[in-house]
């Protein structure tokens, strides 16, 4: 009898052998269809960027009134006039630091037409905000926000949100993920123009 139970306690064993190895070869094999499936550096497999897409809005833009990096008063009011993108972002978020050289790189070829990127960190301390604005070389605004009160006043704790506002105070587009330079030549750049 001893025997018996022995044996279907091995059998039991075996088929939980084979059920948790089959298991792992099924796992394996998607590991690697995704490895081949997802695209690669910021570049789908049809060769586009990858980059959130805005949604057409139309609300008033908060009152939101921080300090710059030099410690100097400054209100997203003080802007009326501009296009304004506002970027809520952090230096530990990866979609963040990704999208970074492109809002410069658009910054720069922009600015002239009355652009301004203004990129409000998400509670971070103020050290790591100046670290990573100059290894970044970000020459537009960086607000500092260690209460968080962009989070708050756009309703949104998503990182990176980004927001255009137009020269009259009211909120365009809004996105919530890293944008690519294609996303803002398309949505962007023909406000811009008008």
């Not at 926000?145 to 704790?157: L, V, Y």
Request: glycine share 6%; proline share 7%; with cysteine.
């Amino acid at each position: 009898m001893a025997n018996r139970s022995h044996a279907r306690k091995h059998r039991k064993n075996s088929s939980q052998v084979i059920a948790m190895a089959l298991i792992g070869v099924g796992l394996l094999v998607i590991g690697v269809v995704a490895l081949i499936a997802l695209p690669r550096n910021g570049v789908s497999a049809q060769g586009q960027e990858k980059s959130a897409i805005p949604a057409i809005v139309d609300f008033s833009a908060p009152e939101l009134s921080l300090t710059d990096l030099q410690g100097n008063p400054t209100a997203l009011s003080d802007y009326r006039g501009q296009w304004v993108l506002v970027n809520n972002w952090a230096t530990w978020c990866p979609p963040c630091k990704a999208e970074m050289p492109t809002l410069q790189a658009y910054y720069e070829a922009h600015r002239e037409k009355g652009f301004v990127i203004i990129a409000i960190d998400a509670g971070d301390p103020i050290t790591e905000v100046v670290d990573f604005v100059e290894s970044y070389e970000l020459t537009f605004p960086v607000w500092p926000d260690p209460q968080e009160a962009a989070i708050d006043a756009f309703r949104n704790n998503a990182l990176p949100s980004s927001y255009l506002i137009d020269p009259q105070g009211t909120v365009r587009l809004a996105w919530n993920g890293a944008i690519s330079r294609s996303v803002l030549e398309r949505y962007v750049t023909p406000l811009l123009e008008d």
